[in-house]
């Protein structure tokens, strides 16, 4: 497995991924997509639209604004609850969420074969955090557990505190308490506060789903992992609405759904695997995340969580409005229950990179390729002349332009054709096809594998078909 600086520097001079306002310093925990990562990541989203949206007839898309009423976020919890509890290591000045180092100390346990140990720290992790006094039990299991900072290696820790993740801002010329208005902190809520407007224009009947993919903003404390956290970034979310009793079988069938999106887009399932939660979030009775072998270890990319009915009960008692459904063919009213799926998509992408990277040896030299699955590529195929005389520039230019009705394509008639190449395996381009001297006698092409580097000549006229045969494979 790669380092992340590897990849780190690869999105950087490829044009992925750039760091924030990069001429001023950079801001931390923000990040540029680049001429590649742009369409990586518009070729991601459309892939989850059609997954969830088009392909399910019954789940319709919204797109909310950012801003939203400070209610929201009282009905939702978030302003009361939406924290982080957070540690600070005295010498190295680095600040880490309590709960995740003793995760870590647990796997350390696990690793040593230390099991029984690891059960009992795991147990009081789990009593901590159901705590009342949720600092303090976390303060003391690293106190007693003696674990040391993952950078530094020192036992020199403040205490536990809590940090309220939620960016505030201001409405309007006057600052003062009621014109507090929060950036959004995940996209759930503008679906949940549009469930009639989307249920009654879409004609829609329990069970159906509402989807959004949008930004969210976390005043993410610990952030230093590349796009893994960031603190403005993206969601992919989808609210499920069932009748009350049947959000289990909804829960599974979501599981396995979603298991299945990651496996489709290329991700190896021995790189995949499930981690249920301690301690589901105060909305959920049920949650289970999609974890990554990440460069960093096993994280999270992806939740799935049965909300019951928390938040449209909680936005009926807040807002005064009525939040029910109402069963034309049993005549009752019931508030649905709700089981959610929501990705992040730039962990998406920085998996998918991941998963991508290769490097190789051919004919003794080193080869970087992005093997992405076609779908997802940013560029499609590019078109080269084989040189820039004898009217291949022209044929290569009406090969492109014909790709370029449909997909993204790169033209390009500079440097060495070996060079061009490798240029387009770290793009991740599946297909480069070559304009040469026997196109002009015979109208043939080359088309050069990214993986397997086969060439091999074909009619220029099927060039478009061959490249759709790919993307459907
Ligand atoms: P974590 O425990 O890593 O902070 P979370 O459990 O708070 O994540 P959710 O609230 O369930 O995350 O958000 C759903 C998804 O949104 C996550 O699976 C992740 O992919 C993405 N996400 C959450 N926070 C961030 C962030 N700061 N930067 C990038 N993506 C994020």
Request: charged share 30%; glycine share 6%.
């Amino acid at each position: 497995m790669r380092r992340l600086d590897t990849i780190v520097s690869l999105c950087k001079r490829r044009g992925f991924i750039f760091p924030s306002s990069e001429i001023y310093g950079g801001l931390g925990a923000a990040y540029d997509y680049g001429p590649l990562g742009v369409e990586l990541k518009q070729n991601v989203r459309d892939s989850w639209w059609k997954a969830m949206v088009y392909r399910h007839d019954n789940i319709t898309g919204v797109d909310a604004s950012i801003l939203m009423h400070s209610g929201v976020w009282k009905a939702s919890g978030h302003v009361d609850a939406f924290h982080d509890p957070l540690i600070d290591d005295r010498q190295s000045k680095r600040r880490y969420k309590a709960d995740q180092l003793i995760e870590g100390h647990i796997e350390r346990l696990r690793t040593k074969g230390r099991n029984t140990r690891a059960d009992q720290v795991h147990e009081r992790l789990i009593a901590a955090l159901y705590a009342e006094n949720l600092p303090a039990a976390l303060h003391a299991i690293i106190m007693d557990e003696e674990i040391r900072s993952p950078d530094s290696g020192a036992f020199d820790w403040t205490d536990v505190r809590q940090f309220n993740l939620m960016f505030e801002t201001h409405a309007g010329a006057l600052k003062e308490a009621s014109s507090t208005i929060y950036l959004r902190p995940e996209t759930a809520q503008g679906i949940f506060v549009n469930f009639h407007n989307a249920k009654e224009t879409a004609r829609l009947k329990v069970p159906f789903g509402i989807a959004q993919v949008g930004k969210a903003f976390r005043n993410e404390i610990v952030a230093r992992q590349f796009i893994f956290r960031m603190r403005e970034f993206e969601q992919m979310e989808m609210q499920y609405f069932v009748r009350p009793g049947t959000q289990m079988e909804a829960y599974e069938e979501w599981r396995g759904r979603r298991l299945q999106w990651h496996v489709n887009n290329g991700i190896k399932p021995s790189r995949l695997r499930w981690h249920v939660h301690e301690k589901p979030a105060h909305y959920a009775d049920a949650a289970v995340d999609i974890q990554y072998k990440f460069p960093i270890g096993w994280q999270e990319v992806e939740g799935i969580h049965s909300r019951t009915d928390y938040d449209l009960s909680r936005h009926e008692e807040y807002s005064g409005k009525k939040m029910e459904y109402f069963d034309p063919q049993t005549k009752e009213r019931f508030i649905p229950y709700v089981v959610e799926t929501s990705a992040g998509l730039d962990r998406t992408i920085l998996m998918l990179l991941c998963e991508a990277y290769t490097e190789e040896m051919v004919k003794g030299q080193r080869r970087v390729v992005l093997r992405f699955d076609p779908a997802i590529a940013p560029i499609k195929a590019a078109v080269f002349p084989l040189v820039r005389k004898h009217g291949m520039p022209e044929v290569a230019r009406a090969i492109a332009d014909d790709i370029a009705s449909t997909w993204n394509v790169f033209y390009d008639d500079r440097g060495s054709i070996g060079k061009r190449y490798r240029r387009m395996d770290e793009a991740g381009t599946p297909l480069c096809i070559t304009v040469d001297g026997q196109t002009l006698e015979d109208g043939s092409v080359t088309i050069r594998d990214r993986d397997t580097l086969a060439q091999e000549r074909i009619p220029k006229n099927n060039v478009f078909a061959y490249i759709a045969d790919g993307l459907h494979k």
